[in-house]
Nanobody, 123 residues
Framework: VQLQASGGGLVQAGGSLRLSCAAS????????MGWFRQAPGKEREFVAA????????YYADSAKGRFTISRDNAKNTVYLQMDSLKPEDTAVYYC?????????????????WGQGTQVTVSS
């Protein structure tokens, strides 16, 4: 599976962005998908994940109530809608695919990674 993230950019605090992650391959619908982010000088951290069916979604505490993960298996795409953005959301955002549905908050569980898209939130 090859992943291509897009949709990042510069936005003012309080604004919104929608990230997309397009996947190649016919098996996208069988993968659980996640979004992670990494700010300068910090470790990569979990943001959100969604099961292959879209039936369950998981969020980091920092994302709850502001971010929404979704997927369209017909389009081989997973999305991250980010609202009420804060300067501390500034990071490179990565999408990833996991064959297992266990431990999706851990980056080590993911098999494939996209190249990342920069999100910058100005105050």
């Amino acid at each position: 599976v090859q992943l291509q993230a897009s949709g990042g950019g510069l936005v003012q605090a309080g604004g919104s962005l929608r990230l997309s992650c397009a996947a190649s391959g016919r098996t996208f619908s069988s993968y659980n998908m996640g979004w992670f982010r990494q700010a300068p000088g910090k470790e990569r951290e979990f943001v959100a994940a969604i099961l292959w069916s879209g039936g369950s979604r998981y969020y980091a505490d920092s994302a709850k109530g502001r971010f929404t993960i979704s997927r369209d298996n017909a389009k081989n795409t997973v999305y991250l809608q980010m609202d009420s953005l804060k300067p501390e959301d500034t990071a490179v955002y990565y999408c990833a695919a996991a064959g297992s549905n266990h431990g999706l908050r851990s980056s080590g569980r993911y098999d494939y990674w996209g190249q990342g898209t920069q999100v910058t939130v100005s105050s």
